[in-house]
């Protein structure tokens, strides 16, 4: 089992930045990628972005790109996502997540193996 522990939420205004991190703890050599997923009050959770542990590769939700940054720290199994630039429309629940494989990150969340609790994100107007 492999669990999952994230932080860093708060508020915070329009314009203004976040850095979310999620420790990684137990069978962490079984995990192949992690990466952050959101939720608004009555959507969907949905994708945010992905990294890979061998090699670093990313992949970002287009809504996104270009303000925030995933990165990790393979020593401490550790996570973070870089939040710039935040809209009120980036308010969410977001979650990290670790999976064994890069594609269901990015395209079978239902699937994804480890989910961390959550830590919530507000943006002000």
């Known amino acids: 089992q492999v669990q999952l522990v994230d932080s860093g939420g708060g508020l915070v205004q329009t314009g203004g930045s976040l850095r979310l991190s999620c420790a990684a703890s137990?069978?962490?050599?079984?995990?192949?990628?992690m990466g952050w997923f959101r939720q608004a009050p009555g959507k969907e959770r949905e994708f945010v972005a992905v990294?890979?542990?061998?090699?670093?590769?990313?992949n970002y939700a287009d809504s996104v790109k270009g303000r925030f940054t995933i990165s990790r720290d393979n020593f401490k199994r550790t996570v973070y996502l870089q939040m710039t630039s935040l809209k009120p429309e980036d308010t969410a629940v977001y979650y990290c997540?670790?999976?064994?494989?890069?594609?269901?990150?990015?395209?079978?969340?239902?699937?994804?193996?480890?989910w961390g609790q959550g830590t919530q994100v507000t943006v002000s107007s």
């Open positions: 997540a670790a999976d064994l494989s890069m594609q269901t990150m990015t395209s079978a969340a239902r699937a994804i193996a480890y």
């Open positions: 137990g069978r962490t050599f079984s995990i192949y990628a």
């Open positions: 990294i890979s542990w061998p090699n670093g590769n990313t």
